[in-house]
């Protein structure tokens, strides 16, 4: 099977508070299928990571999106940064 996407050799951070562990990281059809020794797999797209770390994305809590959505509707800035899932009008506004 070919992965749609494999990130190699990166440290993987959970998002349980355990320490980070070296692993490959595989996706298809926008799900993580596997992760641990995947370097001999097959992908579409495959990201060198030994010298970075891998995380789930972040969600921002209190952002000043609400607008800037409008202008950026992909937020690449914020995505970039990690944060993939912001929450909006949560100052009593929303431009959207």
């Known amino acids: 099977m070919a992965y749609d996407l494999l ?5 993987l951070l959970d998002g349980t508070g355990s320490p980070a562990f070296g692993a490959d990281l ?8 596997a992760i641990g020794a995947l370097s001999e797999r097959a992908a579409d797209t495959v990201i060198e990571a030994s010298r970075g770390f891998v995380a789930p994305g972040l969600l921002d809590a209190h952002t000043p999106s609400d607008v800037t959505c409008l202008g950026d509707p992909p937020a690449r800035a914020r995505a970039r940064r990690g944060c993939t899932r912001p929450l909006v009008g949560r100052c009593g506004m929303s431009g959207a």
Request: overall charge positive; proline content about 0%.
């Open 7 to 11: 990130i190699r050799g990166g440290r």
């Open 26 to 33: 595989a996706v298809a059809d926008g799900r993580i299928v």
